[in-house]
């Protein structure tokens, strides 16, 4: 798998996307500055979290009309496969790859804890190691996850399947409680109508070692490698 | 030409902001307070000159980046 990681001033956390896709693969990832433009033959581009551009304006808005941004639409419309996680979960939602908006978490406070998600799409490229119904611990750090859209979006993403993971609590179930940062119908991260574009709050890389405390977040890595193993 | 742009929540779209800031109003004493919505003004110092141009750019600079139009609505006044 070629894999290549983008951060912006005020990204944060790349340096665990890299840790979990080489432990994968093996293969370091190419790391890219904003500035940079998109190498060619990437199989796998991923938008790491943390706080580019300050937040200004919006999270994510001034990241996503950064020059690379263009090159990462192309690559997403040639069928290219784009991870976005926390920031860049909110970067992909400015760049318009993927729908809906992420507001101020519901209680105004930054969130620094760890939920549980539950895999409500299998198959993918991101979740193949995942059986559909599967719970896992993630670390979240965020104080916009709030994802929103219109009823008529949610309603597509829902008959399409493209939520790809649901906050529930420790019986898997979708409940309010569960929900600490307020997203409209429990959702922590969705897919794109072909599946190669995925994007959600929680942290998955910040579990991938026993040294991290655990190794929930691993089978989305594993899954990645496995999509691109003859790569 | 000076463009002010009025960013604000969508009706119906969750405004932790303008809660927070309603609860506080209701902690001092100001009765009465039945909702509050927190937006944002963006203030543009344009070259265009005719107002209509003006106008048109301004929502075209909203629609593209001032304003996420999935979440919020906005509207724009010369000044």
């Given at each position: 798998m070629k894999a290549a990681i983008i951060t912006f001033p005020g990204t944060n956390r790349e340096r665990d996307i890299r840790v979990a896709l080489k432990r994968v693969t093996g293969r370091d990832p190419v790391m890219l500055f904003h500035r940079d433009a998109l190498p060619a033959g990437l199989d796998l581009v991923v938008l790491p979290g943390g706080f580019s551009y300050g937040d200004y304006l919006r999270c994510g808005a001034m990241a996503a009309q950064s020059p690379i941004m263009r090159d990462v639409r192309?690559?997403?419309?040639?069928?290219?496969?784009?991870?976005?996680?926390?920031?860049?979960?909110?970067?992909?939602?400015?760049?318009?790859?993927?729908?809906?908006?992420?507001?101020?978490?519901?209680?105004?406070?930054?969130?620094?804890?760890?939920?549980?998600?539950?895999?409500?799409?299998?198959?993918?490229?991101?979740?193949?190691?995942?059986?559909?119904?599967?719970?896992?611990?993630?670390?979240?750090?965020?104080?916009?996850?709030?994802?929103?859209?219109?009823?008529?979006?949610?309603?597509?993403?829902?008959?399409?399947?493209?939520?790809?993971?649901?906050?529930?609590?420790?019986?898997?179930?979708?409940?309010?409680?569960?929900?600490?940062?307020?997203?409209?119908?429990?959702?922590?991260?969705?897919?794109?109508?072909?599946?190669?574009?995925?994007?959600?709050?929680?942290?998955?890389?910040?579990?991938?070692d026993d040294l991290m405390g655990g190794t929930d977040g691993l089978p989305m890595f594993e899954s990645l490698a496995e999509a691109f193993a003859t790569a | 030409m000076k463009a002010r742009v009025y960013v604000m929540p969508k009706a119906g779209v969750l405004d932790p902001q303008g809660k927070a800031i309603s609860h506080a109003l209701d902690g001092l004493g100001f009765a009465g307070v039945q909702d509050v919505r927190a937006g944002k003004v963006i203030e543009l110092d344009l070259a265009e000159t005719d107002p209509a141009r003006a106008k048109a750019a301004a929502e075209d600079m909203a629609r593209k980046l001032l304003a996420n139009t999935v979440i919020e609505s906005f509207r724009v006044e010369l000044a």
């Open positions: 192309d690559f997403a419309a040639r069928g290219g496969h784009v991870l976005g996680v926390c920031n860049g979960f909110q970067i992909l939602i400015e760049a318009g790859l993927l729908p809906g908006g992420l507001l101020r978490n519901a209680t105004l406070r930054f969130l620094s804890m760890d939920c549980r998600m539950r895999v409500e799409r299998a198959g993918t490229a991101f979740t193949s190691r995942w059986q559909k119904g599967a719970t896992f611990r993630a670390p979240m750090a965020h104080g916009d996850g709030n994802y929103f859209a219109d009823d008529a979006t949610l309603d597509r993403l829902e008959g399409e399947g493209l939520v790809a993971f649901r906050y529930v609590d420790d019986r898997g179930e979708a409940t309010a409680a569960a929900n600490r940062n307020g997203s409209v119908r429990n959702i922590a991260g969705i897919l794109s109508p072909n599946l190669r574009v995925c994007g959600l709050m929680p942290h998955p890389e910040d579990l991938v | -």
